[in-house]
Structure formats: structure tokens, C-alpha cells
């Protein structure tokens, strides 16, 4: 196809707004062009070359793209910085510049839409030394076998800055109304989820019509578009929405993957937006292919950055592992934990219909636990009262809250439904007052808290019958300093001090004189079973020690009057 044809297309659809007048332009224009070249159409029109998971994406520099133009027009530099610093596009800089091509450069015959596809795939697959320049002389041999008009898009595309308001949604209605006369796109759509390709979906719409979409299989190292979680506004809805038996993970926060291994053994790896990011993580390949016993698999996870002896880091951290150069000291410097949740194919087979019970019991025998693969926390309940716990057990260990999952839900790859919610911290809001807590004892510390406490038990004064009642556990806000100093602070008792109720769930690996009183925020209070108080402070957070006598500490009454 004539690439004048192409430019026609983007001039139709830049001159228009109106999402269902897009549509319908796409849909004639797919109706009649020829077979061979409707899936790269389709990129093209996305203002891409490939679909997302091949990582041929486009994006020349600015400078390469400008330098192009001044080549191909024949005119200096500088006039075509200015121009761009004037208009801010560059496409109306190609424009402007190529109106008046000098005639010596103007080679002979005319630009297909093939040729430039071609040709931005070679710019894009162009590296090493004086790659630079070559692209730079690709791009200017388009520019002179384009007219003024269609440079100006192929300077757009090469910058990859096409933006004519199409996305990957608008492609497949287009394509639903060119070939079946209908707008609803379900089936094309569930197609998508599980082969994120609009190419292959045209090519084989324009050749085999809708129900040659029914043969598209899940490919191994072809993403699947991830599953993804509701929300409640409050934990009780969820028993409304998934009734019976819950399973509950944590939810870490790091980044999710997608691994797929083939036949031939090889993993790649794809982030939620279905990028690939093999490059960035060789450590976690090799993990992968060590640590899970399977020829064939796809699976999901969320990495995480961890310690040298495994404990989790924050988020930040494994923020530095995006990036292209480098790797290898990263890799070193900020180790990864995957931390694996699903199973959507196995030696051969997909499994993404069969319940999330299934796949997960699945999935845990062919894990061979290390530091850096580990299947993620989980618990089964029917208790909304152990799900709380689980979730607060999660904040204190630092994570990011709780997902709970349909224990007979299939894996909705592209949806965001009811078989999965989360449930995060950010969710719970503070209260308005601080609580003054007297400390009567201490748990010890986990992982970087090992050899010192790792929580509090705090309790409320009940003035009526001069007693302690516990509230909460206190882990958050102190530092490690003020850790480290804590034992030296307290007087340590053999047994529970008198006055104090402690129910048996309770019982802290130390207890303390009932001597300090610490100021905690919270975020709400709850009923608990666990607690003396009847009630619990969740998400407590240490302010100060304040200078207290323990009965001076807020009260089992003052506690009841905030609920
Ligand atoms: P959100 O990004 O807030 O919509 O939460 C969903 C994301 O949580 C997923 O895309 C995963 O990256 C992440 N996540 C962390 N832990 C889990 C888990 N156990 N199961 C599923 N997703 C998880």
C-alpha cells in the first residue's frame, strides 16, 4: 500500500475528536486495505511497530530526528532547532522544512507503507558504534521519499510521538465494526486478554473473520493481560462479595512479573504492562529455572527487594533496578525475592480455568523454596475476624496490606473482578486523638528486629477496677536506637504483674512493670477477641514516651466513648 494512503488516514483521524467517528474512520480503512498489510497498519496507526511485548519500541532522540530533517531539507541546523523551539512538534518542523526539498536529494519512487514499517524496525534494531548515525541516515532517506505532508508523521512515529487519540480499545472496535457490522467487541476482546497482539487479531479478523479468534492459543512467551484486584470500602463487604471460605495473601509491594518458561527452557519475563524486562532481572531467571520444577510454565509474582539475609526492603530500592545499564552491580547490590501467587500454564497445559485452590496447590509442590523464590504468604479462613489479624500481622511486618482471593475463582486474565480484593493500609484512616498506653510487656523481634523487641504489648487504665486491659501491639515508629535502648529502660518481671489481664492469646515473651506510658496514634479501633479491652488500636504507631504514672493513661471508658 501506498503510504500517501497511510497519511491520508492520519490527516482524516488528527482532525477529529469524537471517539465513535475514530472508530468508524479505522473500520473503512480496515475494510479495504490489503490483507497483507493490515496488522502493520494496526501498529502504525497505535503510532507503534510492534505489539508491546516485543520491545520494538520507538523513540528516537530528539536531536537524531531534528539533524534528520536538516539533512533531508538541506538546510543548517540551527534553523530547524529554532523552528522547533517555536512550535514545540516535530512533525510540523518536518513539515515546514520539506515543503522545499532540494531537488538533487529527491530519489526516485514512491514510499510504501511496507518500506517504512521495514524501515523503523531497522532503526529500532540498529546498536553498537556509529549507530547513531545510521539511524540518523535511515531516517533521512525516508524523509526524501515521503512527501512534505507524510514527513511530517514519520517524524512524529520516529520520536514516537504519533498521538492521534487511537488506542489498542479503539483498534478492536474498529475491527469488530469492519468485520462482523458489529460494535460489541467481547469476543475480540477476550482475544486480547490472552494475545495482547491487535496484528494477529486483524490479520486473522480480514482472513478468518471473528470465529477464527476461537484458535488463538495462549502462547508461551506471548504475555497474558494480568488479572486484577476490586476494593471494598469496608472489610465486611467481603463477605458479600466472596461468600464461604477466603484465602488471604499478603500484598506485597514491589513489582509484578509475569515468567514464562518454553520448551526450549527459555524465561522471559514481562512486567503489568506486558513490557518485557528479562534484561532487567538475569538473577531472577536463573532463580527461576533452578527453583521451580517444570518444563513449561507461566506464572506470576510480585518481586521484591530484599536483604543479604532475606528480609524485605522498601519499594525505593527496588526502584533502582529499573535500568538498562549496569545490571550486573545491581543484581549485587539489591537482591530480589519472588515472591510467587499464580499458576496460568504447566508443562504443556493451561490452567487458568481451574479454581485458584487448584493452581495454588499446584503451584506450592513445584516451588523449591529458596531465600529468593518463595510462595507467598497465605492463610484460609472463614473468619473476618482472622483476616483482620492476618492483615495487621502483614502492616507490622511491613507490607502493604492483604489480598484476598476466591478460593474456587478462575484466573479473569484482563479483569478486575470480585475474585480478587484488596485490602491496604492507605485504606484506614487515623483517629483524630492520640492514646496514652502504659507498656506491660514485649514480644521479641523477628529478622532485622532479631536479639531486641519487636513489639509492644501496650494496655488502657480501667479506673472502675484499677486494672491494665491490653489494646494493641506497638511496632511501629520506634527506631532501631530506641529499640536497642529498650531493654535497658524496662524492669523486666518473671510473671504478670498484678492488676494486669492478659488474654492467652497474648501473652508477650516479657513483661514489664507496668511503670511507662507511651503516646500511640492509631487508626481506628475495632472489636477484638484477643485483646482484654475487648477492643483493639489498629495500626498503632509510637509517638513519644510521655511523663505519666501508668493510672494517668487514657482509660478503658475514653477508649469505649471513641468507638
Ligand atoms: P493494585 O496495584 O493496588 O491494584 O494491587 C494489585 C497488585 O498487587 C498486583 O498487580 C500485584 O502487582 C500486587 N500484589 C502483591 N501481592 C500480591 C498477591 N499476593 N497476589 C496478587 N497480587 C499481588
Known amino acids: 500500500m501506498d503510504f500517501l494512503q497511510l497519511v491520508e488516514l492520519f490527516e482524516q483521524l488528527e482532525n477529529e475528536s469524537s471517539g465513535n467517528k475514530l472508530r468508524e474512520i479505522l473500520a473503512s480503512f480496515f475494510k479495504k486495505v490489503p490483507i497483507e498489510d493490515i496488522s502493520l497498519l494496526t501498529y502504525l496507526t497505535l503510532g507503534k511497530i510492534s505489539a508491546d511485548y516485543e520491545s520494538a519500541v520507538l523513540g528516537l532522540a530528539d536531536k537524531s530526528v531534528l539533524k534528520a530533517i536538516s539533512v533531508a531539507g538541506g538546510v543548517e541546523s540551527s534553523r530547524v532547532k529554532k523552528l522547533m523551539q517555536d512550535t514545540g512538534d516535530v512533525g510540523l518542523v518536518a513539515e515546514n522544512i520539506l515543503k522545499k526539498k532540494p531537488r538533487t536529494l529527491v530519489p526516485v519512487g514512491k514510499l510504501t507503507v511496507h518500506e517504512?514499517?521495514?524501515?523503523?524496525?531497522?532503526?529500532?534494531?540498529?546498536?553498537?558504534?556509529?549507530?547513531?548515525?545510521?539511524?540518523?541516515?535511515?531516517?533521512?532517506?525516508?524523509?526524501?521519499?515521503?512527501?512534505?505532508?507524510?514527513?511530517?508523521?514519520?517524524?512524529?512515529?520516529?520520536?514516537?510521538?504519533?498521538?492521534?487519540?487511537?488506542?489498542?480499545?479503539?483498534?478492536?472496535?474498529?475491527?469488530?465494526?469492519?468485520?462482523?457490522?458489529?460494535?460489541?467487541?467481547?469476543v475480540l476482546e477476550a482475544t486480547y486478554n490472552i494475545c495482547p497482539d491487535v496484528g494477529i487479531i486483524a490479520e486473522i479478523m480480514a482472513t478468518a473473520g471473528i470465529k477464527?479468534?476461537?484458535?488463538?492459543?495462549?502462547?508461551?512467551?506471548?504475555?497474558?493481560?494480568?488479572?486484577?484486584?476490586?476494593?471494598?470500602?469496608?472489610l465486611d463487604?467481603?463477605?458479600?462479595?466472596?461468600?464461604?471460605?477466603?484465602?488471604?495473601?499478603?500484598?506485597?509491594?514491589?513489582?509484578?512479573?509475569?515468567?514464562?518458561?518454553?520448551?526450549?527452557?527459555?524465561?522471559?519475563?514481562?512486567?503489568?504492562?506486558?513490557?518485557?524486562?528479562?534484561?532487567?532481572?538475569?538473577?531472577?531467571?536463573?532463580y527461576l529455572q533452578k527453583q521451580i520444577d517444570a518444563k513449561t510454565f507461566i506464572l506470576e509474582a510480585e518481586i521484591i527487594a530484599i536483604d543479604s539475609e532475606g528480609n524485605h526492603r522498601p519499594f525505593q530500592e527496588l526502584m533502582q533496578r529499573r535500568r538498562k545499564h549496569d545490571v550486573a552491580s545491581y543484581v549485587k547490590k539489591i537482591p530480589v525475592q519472588a515472591q510467587v501467587f499464580d499458576l496460568l500454564y504447566l508443562d504443556g497445559k493451561v490452567v487458568m480455568d481451574k479454581s485458584y485452590e487448584e493452581r495454588t496447590t499446584i503451584l506450592r509442590k513445584i516451588i523449591k523454596k529458596s531465600k529468593n523464590v518463595v510462595a507467598s504468604a497465605k492463610i484460609v479462613t472463614d473468619s473476618l475476624d482472622t483476616v483482620d489479624e492476618f492483615f495487621q500481622e502483614q502492616i507490622n511486618l511491613g507490607y502493604e496490606g492483604i489480598m484476598i482471593k476466591s478460593l474456587g475463582g478462575v484466573y479473569q486474565a484482563g479483569t478486575r473482578g470480585w475474585n480478587w480484593i484488596k485490602w491496604k493500609k492507605d485504606y484506614v484512616h487515623d483517629l483524630q486523638d492520640s492514646l496514652d498506653l502504659v507498656v506491660i510487656g514485649a514480644f521479641h523481634g523477628k529478622g532485622r528486629r532479631h536479639g531486641t523487641y519487636g513489639a509492644l504489648l501496650c494496655a488502657v487504665y480501667d479506673s472502675k477496677k484499677d486494672q491494665f486491659l491490653t489494646v494493641c501491639k506497638l511496632g511501629t515508629g520506634l527506631t532501631d536506637e530506641m529499640l536497642a535502648e529498650l531493654p535497658k529502660k524496662f524492669s523486666i518481671v518473671k510473671r504478670c504483674p498484678a492488676r494486669v489481664v492478659?488474654?492467652?492469646?497474648?501473652?508477650?515473651?516479657?513483661?514489664?512493670?507496668?511503670?511507662?506510658?507511651?503516646?500511640?496514634?492509631g487508626a481506628e479501633i475495632t472489636k477484638s477477641p484477643f485483646h482484654s479491652l475487648g477492643l483493639a488500636v489498629r495500626f498503632p504507631r509510637f509517638l513519644r514516651f510521655r511523663d505519666k504514672k501508668p493510672e494517668q493513661a487514657t482509660t478503658k471508658k475514653e477508649v469505649e466513648d471513641m468507638v
Open 237 to 286: 463487604e467481603v463477605e458479600v462479595k466472596i461468600p464461604g471460605k477466603l484465602a488471604v495473601e499478603a500484598k506485597y509491594d514491589g513489582e509484578r512479573v509475569q515468567a514464562h518458561k518454553d520448551s526450549k527452557g527459555k524465561i522471559t519475563l514481562f512486567s503489568r504492562r506486558m513490557e518485557e524486562t528479562s534484561a532487567q532481572f538475569p538473577d531472577l531467571i536463573e
Open 116 to 186: 517504512l514499517f521495514e524501515k523503523l524496525h531497522k532503526i529500532v534494531g540498529t546498536s553498537g558504534s556509529g549507530s547513531q548515525e545510521k539511524k540518523t541516515n535511515i531516517l533521512v532517506s525516508l524523509f526524501q521519499k515521503s512527501p512534505a505532508k507524510g514527513a511530517k508523521y514519520i517524524a512524529r512515529l520516529a520520536l514516537g510521538v504519533l498521538r492521534l487519540g487511537v488506542a489498542e480499545m479503539t483498534v478492536l472496535d474498529a475491527l469488530s465494526i469492519a468485520f462482523t457490522g458489529e460494535k460489541d467487541k467481547t
Open 212 to 234: 477464527g479468534l476461537q484458535k488463538i492459543p495462549v502462547k508461551v512467551g506471548r504475555p497474558i493481560k494480568v488479572m486484577l484486584a476490586q476494593r471494598v470500602k469496608e
Open 502 to 521: 492478659v488474654k492467652k492469646e497474648m501473652i508477650p515473651d516479657v513483661w514489664f512493670v507496668a511503670e511507662f506510658v507511651v503516646e500511640v496514634r
